[in-house]
C-alpha cells in the first residue's frame, strides 16, 4: 500500500555531484517526514538527512554544506543534491518514507565515489 523507489545513484569521481530522487506511492494516508538514509559494506544504516511535511530540514555532521534534501509534497517526491562528494560517501542510499506513524524503505540506490 506503501511503495517507495529510489534513482539517481551511480559511479563519480571524488569532487563530482549526484542527485538522487524517491516517488512515494500511498493509498493510505499523507507522508509526513522523508529522509535519506545510508549504509556502508560492513557498518549500520545511517542517517544523512530528513524533510518534514513543512520543509523543516536535518543534516548530518558530515554532510552539512555538500548535500541539500527537498521535496514536492504534489508529487510524494524527495530529492537530494549530493556535491562535493567524498570517497567516504560511498554507500548504498536508502530512501525513508513516514506514513501514519509507520516507515516505509525504498530498495536502496548505490553512490561510488572514487578517489
Known amino acids: 500500500q506503501v511503495q517507495v523507489v529510489e534513482s539517481g545513484g551511480g559511479l563519480v569521481q571524488a569532487g563530482g555531484s549526484l542527485r538522487l530522487s524517491c516517488v512515494v506511492s500511498t493509498r493510505i494516508g499523507s507522508v509526513n517526514t522523508m529522509g535519506w538514509y545510508r549504509q556502508a559494506p560492513g557498518k549500520q544504516r545511517d542517517f544523512v538527512a530528513t524533510?518534514?511535511?513543512?520543509?523543516?530540514?536535518t543534516y548530518a555532521d558530515s554532510v552539512k554544506g555538500r548535500f541539500t534534501i527537498s521535496r514536492d509534497n504534489a508529487k510524494n517526491t524527495v530529492l537530494m543534491q549530493m556535491n562535493s562528494l567524498k570517497p567516504e560517501d560511498t554507500a548504498v542510499y536508502y530512501c525513508r518514507a513516514d506514513v501514519l506513524r509507520a516507515a516505509y524503505w525504498g530498495q536502496g540506490t548505490q553512490v561510488t565515489v572514487s578517489s
Open positions: 524533510i518534514t511535511a513543512s520543509g523543516s530540514t
